[in-house]
Nanobody, 123 residues
Framework: VQLQASGGGLVQAGGSLRLSCLAS????????MGWFRQAPGKEREFVAA????????DYADSVKGRFTISRDYAKNTVYLQMSSLKPEDTADYYC?????????????????WGQGTQVTVSS
């Protein structure tokens, strides 16, 4: 499974961005898609996740109510709509895929990772 994240950029505080993650390869083997982020000098942290079938979601408390994860099964694409962005949302954002059932928040709960896309929120 290959994952390609895109959509990052520079935005002012209060603005919005939409990230996309295109999955290719053996995508039928994946159950859960997640977004993580990593700020300079910090550990990678969970942001949001969803499942292909059923659409259950989970969000980190820090983004709940501001970010929305969605998926387009036909396009093998997962989106992260980010609104009301804050400077503390600045990070490299990574998408990840998991083959087993479940929506973990741990980095080691995912089997495949894409490259990061950088999000910078200016104050």
């Amino acid at each position: 499974v290959q994952l390609q994240a895109s959509g990052g950029g520079l935005v002012q505080a209060g603005g919005s961005l939409r990230l996309s993650c295109l999955a290719s390869g053996r995508t039928f083997s994946t159950n859960t898609m997640g977004w993580f982020r990593q700020a300079p000098g910090k550990e990678r942290e969970f942001v949001a996740a969803t499942v292909w079938i059923g659409g259950s979601t989970d969000y980190a408390d820090s983004v709940k109510g501001r970010f929305t994860i969605s998926r387009d099964y036909a396009k093998n694409t997962v989106y992260l709509q980010m609104s009301s962005l804050k400077p503390e949302d600045t990070a490299d954002y990574y998408c990840a895929a998991r083959t087993r059932i479940g929506i973990p928040r741990r980095v080691d709960g995912y089997d495949y990772w894409g490259q990061g896309t950088q999000v910078t929120v200016s104050s």
